[in-house]
């Protein structure tokens, strides 16, 4: 029996059977095949094979790989480790090493990654991890990594971006946000670039963040904007619409760079609520009580805690309150007259507040900037709480968005965005004087591209108007593409797509 077990084990048994001792039958074609003798420890499977190899060869080859396979599985066999291959897996590698280097490479684009600090590597924690992880690995001190590496991986990072503005890539037309913003130890100036790629596909990528020195007057900002173009080498002629913040010095900078800019939506939302809030004597007041309650809670560990407690009582959410100014001192609570005003002023407020969320979505265009501010201007004409001084404040803001929003409907890519938007058209404008501009705008746009020529001005005009048909039906297709569907060339469309309101660039750092 145990012969028989031993014999199982070769391929060629998945071939035959075994009735008699010494002999086995061929599944294939019933045929006996002898396997040399009736004796169990004198039999082989010589024969076997032989029969396969002749009258079925094609089973023969596939038997034959079989055969070799097991062969091969056989010979691995484990095998104790040497003194030799113990030793070298603790050597530690050579910082010439490609394996090192690899690690290098990884240690330091996590870091980048991450945002995290070059003292990461110095750290015990981080030491301890790498220490089994891979014993052979040498880690270098944080100079090493800030130094040497950073350079590689930000030269990477910048040939990638380079790659990604191409007008092979991004189109002729890009659009820009910018901001001055204050570090923790110098001012400084954030550029970020926005693009449609030709998959259509929203992309953003941050250009420069430069230190400013001196007074950051128009002359000043509008150079160094420019500087940070050349950097890149991106042409004047490729800025569609440059988005910055309400600043004095910002536009006049902006201006003198003869560039096509846009005050930041959100920005100047916030300007006309301060408006609205500064309006009102009753307001001041009310706002002025608020900032010191949150003052008071923020600084008393004991008032905190029983805030807690009366908010588990009552099944309200455990949230903190907010703190708009960092005052001490004592406070005295809201008077009924008082606690109406602030209710009435949170209606008043939340329209602004759910507008500026939608321009602020990663998916909203310059599009959505008329029609909500349409909307907001309706709601602030319509019947509101009757409090005294909130009427009043209502008017003041609406006043302020008139002012602060007055020229939008001149600014060309604002405008035609909303246009070629299928969710809004012509459907929101002001006046009727402002799509007769908008289509006059769009005409402009599809003849200063090249055209093939045309016999006379009937077919001219025929074909203007086909051109204006199609590049209008592609840009209404803002749902995802189908997988059989081709994205469409060209970048006349899809630089109206830009954005509404300026990234927070202090947030990235």
């Not at 930000?154 to 971006?161: L, S």
């Not at 846009?262 to 609205?276: F, N, P, R, Y």
Request: glycine share 6%.
């Amino acid at each position: 029996m145990a012969a028989l077990k031993k014999r199982a084990t070769s391929a060629v048994w998945e071939y035959y059977t075994q009735t008699t001792q010494g002999k086995a039958v061929c599944k294939t074609c019933k045929v006996g095949v002898s396997m040399g003798s009736t004796s169990a420890k004198a039999t082989n499977t010589s024969n076997l094979w032989s029969h396969l190899r002749i009258h079925h060869p094609g089973i023969y080859g596939t038997a034959q790989g079989k055969r070799e396979s097991e062969s091969q599985q056989g010979t691995m066999t484990p095998t104790q480790p040497t003194m030799h291959d113990m030793f070298e897996k603790q050597k530690k590698w050579p910082s010439s090493d490609n394996r090192s280097i690899q690690m290098d490479k990884l240690i330091t684009e996590m870091i980048v990654t991450d945002n995290r600090p070059f003292t990461l590597v110095s750290d015990v924690g981080f030491k301890r991890l790498m220490a089994p992880a891979e014993p052979r690995y040498a880690l270098k001190n944080e100079k090493y990594y800030r130094t040497v590496k950073l350079y590689d991986v930000h030269h990477k990072v910048v040939e990638k971006i380079k790659a990604l503005i191409q007008p092979e890539n991004a189109g002729h037309s890009l659009s820009f946000t910018t901001d001055c913003w204050s570090g923790s130890t110098e001012s400084l100036m954030t550029l970020t670039c926005h693009f449609i790629d030709n998959a259509w596909t929203r992309k953003q990528v941050v250009l420069n963040t430069k230190a400013m020195h001196g007074s950051h007057t128009g002359e000043y900002i509008g150079e160094t904007f420019l500087g940070m173009l050349d950097d890149w080498k991106i042409s004047k002629d490729r800025v569609a619409l440059l988005l910055r913040d309400s600043g004095a010095t910002m536009v006049k900078g902006m201006r003198l760079a003869e560039l096509p800019d846009l005050s930041c939506t959100a920005h100047s939302l916030q300007l006309v609520v301060i408006d609205g809030l500064s309006s009102q004597r009753a307001v001041i007041d009310v706002t002025a009580m608020l900032k010191k309650c949150a003052t008071h809670f923020h600084h008393s560990i004991l008032a905190k805690q029983r805030l807690r407690a009366f908010q588990k009582d009552l099944g309200l959410p455990e949230h903190n309150l907010v703190q708009a100014a960092g005052e001490h001192g004592g406070f005295a609570c809201p008077n009924s007259h008082q606690w109406d005003i602030v209710s009435n002023l949170v209606e008043t407020l939340i329209p602004i507040e759910e507008v500026t969320l939608e321009v602020s979505h990663n998916n909203s265009s310059a599009s959505c900037i008329i029609p909500c501010l349409t909307v907001l201007k309706m709601l602030f004409q319509g019947e509101g709480p009757t409090t005294q001084g909130i009427r009043t404040l209502r008017q003041v803001m609406r006043e302020s968005l008139d002012k602060r929003f007055s020229k939008l409907e001149e600014t060309k890519m604002v405008v035609l965005a909303c246009l070629l938007d299928p969710c809004y058209k012509n459907h929101v404008f002001s006046s009727d004087a402002t799509l007769t501009k908008a289509k006059e705008w769009l005409k402009e746009d599809v003849t200063s591209q090249e055209e093939p020529a045309a016999t006379d001005e009937s077919t001219r005009k025929s074909l203007l108007l086909q051109k204006i048909s199609v590049r209008k039906s592609r840009l209404l297709q803002k749902g995802p593409m189908r997988k059989t569907e081709e994205p469409p060339k060209g970048n006349g469309e899809n630089r109206y797509l830009v954005v509404a309101v300026l990234m927070t660039c202090s947030v990235l750092f």
